[in-house]
């Protein structure tokens, strides 16, 4: 199964896709991790991507593409994968159709205001990526990964100003594309402001059907 998670940043498209990844035991692939990843190793690549990731600006399309088509040609994807953050504009998403179908574009929506106060709240293993919420999913030992035992740390585009750039660049360049999958018959839309279970729970029945 091939699935592209949509929404806004902070609307838990992380959350669900590790979840999503547990079910149907497919890879889930985060453009923003593997950015993160390059930027921790200090690779070219990081070091080209950081000044658009710290601004809340998209890293520009010809960096984006091919990493993302390379890392589908790996043998982890031939049974699919959850695409989570990849396509973020319409080029994305044109070069994506080109090279596979997918099977769903799953808009998780979160409004404008909620994202803000969620974001204010987020949390993430620097080791193993692993995402946690103080108020809505805290880990079990306070600023304590529960997978890897790292210390808890604040994703640097998480600051206020920031996630304000963010919800713009998503608004102008990310939201058109749940209309591209609509016109495709490929959209569910589930409300993100539900219950972590309950929004997975509705992605689940969604794809059954
Ligand atoms: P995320 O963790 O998905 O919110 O991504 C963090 C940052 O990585 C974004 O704000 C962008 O700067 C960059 N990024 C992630 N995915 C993409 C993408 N598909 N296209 C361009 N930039 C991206």
């Given at each position: 199964m091939k699935l592209i998670l949509l929404g806004a940043p902070g609307a838990g498209k992380g959350t669900q896709a590790t979840?999503?990844?547990?079910?149907?035991?497919?890879?889930?692939?985060?453009?923003?991790?593997?950015?993160?990843?390059?930027?921790?190793?200090?690779?070219?690549?990081?070091?080209?991507?950081?000044?658009?990731?710290?601004?809340?600006?998209?890293?520009?399309?010809?960096?984006?593409?091919?990493?993302?088509?390379?890392?589908?040609a790996e043998n982890d994807c031939r049974n699919g994968y959850i695409l989570d953050g990849f396509p973020r504009t319409q080029a994305q998403a044109e070069a994506l159709d080109?090279?596979?179908?997918?099977?769903?574009?799953?808009?998780?929506?979160?409004?404008?205001?909620?994202i803000v106060e969620r974001m204010a709240g987020r949390r993430v293993c620097p080791n193993c990526?692993?995402?946690?919420?103080?108020?809505?999913?805290p880990p079990k030992k306070e600023g304590i990964c529960d997978r890897c035992g790292t210390a808890l740390i604040i994703r640097e585009d998480d600051k206020p100003?920031?996630?304000l750039k963010r919800l713009d660049?998503?608004?102008e360049q990310t939201a058109p594309l749940i209309g591209h999958y609509k016109e495709?018959?490929?959209?569910?839309?589930?409300?993100?402001?539900?219950?972590?279970?309950?929004?997975?729970?509705?992605?689940?029945?969604?794809?059954?059907?």
């Open positions: 979840r999503l990844e547990e079910i149907f035991k497919i890879p889930h692939i985060s453009t923003g991790d593997i950015f993160r990843n390059n930027l921790k190793n200090k690779t070219p690549l990081g070091l080209k991507a950081k000044a658009y990731m710290d601004q809340g600006l998209l890293v520009p399309d010809e960096l984006t593409i091919d990493l993302v088509m390379d890392r589908l080109e090279r596979v179908e997918i099977d769903a574009a799953i808009d998780v929506d979160v409004p404008d205001k909620l990526g692993e995402p946690y919420h103080i108020k809505y999913e100003e920031t996630v660049v998503y608004h495709a018959g490929k959209l569910i839309q589930v409300d993100g402001t539900q219950s972590v279970d309950k929004v997975t729970q509705d992605i689940v029945e969604a794809l059954k059907k």
